[in-house]
């Protein structure tokens, strides 16, 4: 089990002239939120034009389209397990273009690579979101670094009863110092869907995605990739499929409390399910509330429950590889609270 507060500063800048948009978003995490040292990370930075009936192209460091929302399924602070595998509110360099046409709205986009790496103790998982990364051991560097990705989505709303939509992705992999392969690929499937009814919003998506990479890695085995995000890199199931469900309610009378704007509980449950049949799903539950107080204030309470994911618990709470059976392994849990303050 295990505690937590988190703490972080964030710069935002945001520009809206004429047609003109843009956005800059960078996060600091100082040495005394408990780490050995501290980090900081590029989340946003792009430009873009409105080009009004016929879409909108942003060019920088933008989020990539895949899922149902920006943030795929999730309502939570923890996002689900799509985020713990680079397919739910990620950010890399390259282009994005956006047109509602009715009830379709379309993405395409072209990345060049994943986000630059900033400041932080690690080769390269100085970064918000996770992707597939380098790491050093000793003097020698080893990994993959994603490179020229595609994805294309697109959701319809059918009328009364749901947002239904598809998502895309395939890129390729180069490789730094894994055997004799020095090229890879990965792509994503996905299908997903919104349901709203009364003042319930209920969210699922169901992915499979894939990294093809050298069958023997310094690492072990081409069966796991390292991932990083967070100052940290560490093994992936390299293929699996991901469903993931979440439902929440915004039917909470809060006119009666002056300081409470809103508030919006939720509850979340995703699943890594691995190819390989040694290895054992992930799984992640999340039960919380976001609130909004005095119109600036924004707190997220969650409680997780995990079997396989790195930020809840502590030793023995499993992983996103294998996800070994151990005398340790157990459930773990942890209760998390989140302020942040919007000016």
Known sequence: ????????????????????????????YPRWFGYSSGYSMIHTAWLGYNFEDVGTLKVGIVRVPFGPTAYGVSTSWFFDQHFYVGLADDMDLGVRWNGNYGKLNLDAAYYLQSEFQTDGSS?????????????????????????????????????????????????????????????????ALSAHMKNSYANFTLFSQFSYYAHNIADETPWGTGDTILMGAYDYASPVASNGMIPAISLRYNGIDTSSISWLDSVTPYVEWSSI???????????????????????????????????????????????????????????????????GYYF
């Open 273 to 339: 399910i691995k190819t390989v049949e040694e290895y054992n799903p992930s799984t992640l539950v999340t039960i919380g509330a976001s609130w909004t107080l005095y119109g600036a204030l924004y707190v997220y309470s969650d409680f997780a429950l995990s079997d396989g994911n790195p930020f809840v618990g502590n030793d023995g709470a499993g992983d996103l590889a294998a996800n070994e059976e151990t005398d340790e392994k157990k459930q773990n849990w942890r209760l998390n609270l989140n302020f």
């Open 123 to 187: 080769l390269n998982s100085s970064r918000y979101a996770y992707d597939v990364v380098k790491r050093k051991v000793e003097d020698d560097e080893h990994g993959y670094d994603e490179q020229h990705q595609f994805n294309l989505r697109a959701i319809y709303a059918v009328e009364n009863i749901a947002d239904v939509g598809v998502s895309l992705q395939y890129g390729l992999l180069k490789a730094t110092n894994v055997g004799d392969d020095e090229s890879g690929s990965h792509y």
């Open 1 to 28: 089990m295990a505690m937590s507060i988190l703490r972080f500063s964030v710069s935002i800048a945001d520009l809206d002239f004429h047609n003109i948009i843009g956005r800059l978003e960078y996060r600091w």
